[in-house]
């Protein structure tokens, strides 16, 4: 089992700049990537980046790239979501992922990530 505690998030203004941390612990040996997911009142959980643990490739969603870096510290067990040039729609509950399952490809669907953060609200005001 692995367990996720994200932090970081708050309420900036718009153009602002947030970083989101998440700490693995448990069975974080046999990770093989992480992801950021966000998701808004009414709104579907959406990707918003992702890092292979190995390799460290990133993949961003289009609404992020540019703007939104993502990285690891394998020694820390811990993923970060560096967010500049916030947007009002940004705002919503960022979620960290991790796959501990040797499945390559897929990186922005859910589905592919078994297990999940408690969430850390991020609010950008116009």
Excluded at 13 to 40: D, E, K, P, V
Excluded at 88 to 101: K, L, M, Q, S
Excluded at 103 to 126: A, M
Aim: overall charge positive; proline content about 2%; some cysteine.
């Amino acid at each position: 089992q692995v367990q996720l505690v994200e932090s970081g998030g708050g309420l900036v203004q718009a153009g602002g700049s947030l970083r989101l941390s998440c700490a693995a612990s448990g069975r974080t040996f046999s990770t093989y990537a992480m992801g950021w997911f966000r998701q808004a009142p009414g709104k579907e959980r959406e990707f918003v980046a992702a890092i292979t643990w190995s390799g460290g490739i990133t993949y961003y969603a289009d609404s992020v790239k540019g703007r939104f870096t993502i990285s690891r510290d394998n020694a820390k067990n811990t993923v970060y979501l560096q967010m500049n040039s916030l947007k009002p729609e940004d705002t919503a509950i960022y979620y960290c992922a991790v796959r501990t399952y040797a499945v390559y490809g897929e990186y922005g669907s859910p589905y592919k990530y078994n297990h999940w953060g408690q969430g850390t609200q991020v609010t950008v005001s116009s």
